[in-house]
């Protein structure tokens, strides 16, 4: 009996710690004030269905992808020729996924295939097609390779649009992919929604191009594009007037370097003007090129070009060195931060076209929770009158361990940042019954305990014991269906999984340890004649 106190000690201990933790929870979302300064920073997130927010269906092009990968072996096979001294007359793309190789001449054909069999091994020849002297060859990608692609291009989408949600502070976005190459995502509490499709969508391919300075710009824009450039624009917004200019730029399409050589872009002020602009660094690869680059062309401008859109051209005044650069532009902070945002999480695999989307109004959100809430109290107020009712004293004890329970619950939920969902309610609701009948189980056994005529004491003992090996069995086979639906359920079915896992945990603590607490102070420091039960 000397170890009683501590065990109280214990569990009044870890009732406390949950009240601290759910008390600025009611707070904020029954009395709707602030959390003092003196709790804990934390509260339960809602999902979508109870807070509202951003429902979004978004659909990979995945035969972008694919288009990209051939662009990128034609671009390889270029310089693979050059080096090996072969001559072609043309080599493209067409058809959307094929390679069209122009030879001349049979030696210049053995020869092609003799490194094409060497270098090319992925691809798949297709029949050739003889043009007088020219022969043309034409290529392809396997048919599972051009899956893999595809399927890479939508894990890949999916793991980026993640990445930039979680530095743009959504609390427990619910980002999944939907069939072969579609994205659901839900963002519960999202406020600027124009502004989150904008962070989500963009592909953010960033490019460093040079200008090209030979060629008239007046000529290139009444159609008179020379090879090898293309015209692209940087758009500017008057924020006096909300009114948007763009400015043509005749730029070389050869790419000086990627986003891909990117390690890092964070958002800074520029003291003098005062307006923010976005600091990048490029790996060690990326920094020795770029520093090439500007050491090649100086007195020439460089274009920083995302999505094909001209962020900006500054005139290159020196060798940059030390694998730095800037971007600047009309910017808020606002598109700063989103600029950064999406540099950092890395371009998009292939571009996202939203399919679907859906507002969720926070009204419905509050109707939904004074529903789960009516209902959850309805279902407590019955099974707390049926407890005192039926069990009398005893039924008051389990009231209270039930009361112990929804804290406890609340609590884990806050605790390990767990969204709660409408079934996340109805899960709530199921274990104070889950947790109710467990206490029903020892209830009946210290009654039949008490009728084989045991004293009160040997009675509640003995109830206890020989209950709680069913009480285990009953709940550990319910919380391993619980963690089987939370791995493979999706949102509303993990929402349920998380609370019912909770829940079975909570009732587990309150009916074996609280609840025989209880009795245990009871019978020590109350001469109880006979128990009320």
Do not use: C
Not at 57 to 83: F, G, P, Y
Not at 117 to 130: A, G
């Amino acid at each position: 009996m000397k170890t009683i106190p501590w065990k109280l000690l214990s569990v009044i201990g870890v009732i406390i710690i949950a009240l601290i933790m759910v008390l600025p929870t009611i707070g904020m979302y029954v009395q709707k004030t602030d959390t003092p300064t003196m709790w804990p920073n934390k509260k339960i997130n809602l999902g979508l269905d109870l807070q509202g927010g951003m429902h979004l269906v978004l659909e990979v092009e995945t035969q972008k992808a694919v288009e990209n990968r051939i662009e990128l072996i034609i671009h390889d096979l270029k310089t693979l020729m050059k080096q090996n001294h072969l001559k072609q007359k043309g080599i493209n793309r067409v058809e959307g996924t094929k390679i069209s190789v122009v030879l001349e001449g049979q030696d210049q054909v053995d020869s092609f295939n003799s490194m094409f069999d060497k270098e090319f091994k992925n691809l798949r020849k297709l029949p050739e097609k003889r043009q007088g002297d020219q022969v043309v060859m034409m290529f392809d990608l396997p048919d599972e390779e051009s899956a893999y692609i595809k399927k890479l291009a939508v894990d890949q989408a999916l793991e980026t649009i993640r990445n930039r949600i979680d530095e743009f502070g959504v609390s427990e976005p619910d980002i999944r992919r939907q069939g072969d190459k579609r994205i659901q995502i839900q963002l519960p509490g999202i406020k600027d929604t124009k502004r989150a499709i904008d962070l989500i969508g963009k592909t953010a391919q960033l490019e460093f191009k040079l200008v090209d300075e030979d060629h008239d710009l007046s000529a290139a824009l009444q159609g008179s594009v020379p090879a090898g450039s293309e015209i692209l624009y940087e758009y500017k917004k008057d924020p006096s007037t909300n009114r948007v200019s763009k400015t043509p730029y005749l730029l070389k399409k050869r790419v000086q370097l990627g986003g891909d050589s990117l390690t890092d872009a964070r958002v800074r002020v520029d003291q003098r003007m005062n307006k923010p602009y976005v600091a990048i660094n490029f790996d060690k690869k990326g920094g020795r090129i770029f520093g090439n680059i500007t050491g090649e062309n100086i007195k020439k401008r460089l274009a920083i070009v995302l999505d094909n859109k001209v962020y900006s051209a500054p005139v290159i005044q020196s060798k940059i060195t030390g694998g730095s650069a800037q971007i600047t532009g009309n910017f808020s902070m606002d598109e700063a931060h989103d600029l950064a945002i999406v540099l950092r999480a890395g371009a998009l695999p292939a571009p996202v076209n939203i399919i679907e989307e859906r507002i969720v109004g926070p009204t419905l959100g509050m109707d939904s929770i004074k529903k789960g809430m009516m209902s959850m109290a309805v279902g407590g107020l019955f099974v707390v009158l049926f407890m005192v009712v039926y069990y009398k004293g005893s039924g008051l004890i389990a009231d209270l361990a039930l009361l112990v329970n929804i804290v406890l619950i609340l609590a884990g939920l806050i605790m390990f940042g767990a969204t709660l969902t409408l079934p996340g309610i109805a899960g709530i609701i199921l274990t104070i019954g889950m947790a109710v009948d467990a206490n029903v189980l020892i209830f009946e056994r210290i009654r039949e305990e008490t009728g084989y005529g045991k004293t009160i004491r040997a009675a509640v003992l003995s109830g206890f014991d020989r209950a709680t090996l069913t009480i285990m069995d009953a709940n550990v086979t319910t919380l391993i269906v619980a963690i089987v639906l939370f791995q493979f359920g999706s949102g509303p079915v993990k929402g349920f999984a998380v609370t019912l896992s909770l829940g079975i945990i909570a009732s587990l603590f309150t009916a074996l340890i609280v609840s025989r607490m209880i009795f245990e102070f009871l019978l020590d420091n109350r001469d109880i004649k006979s128990l009320s039960i």
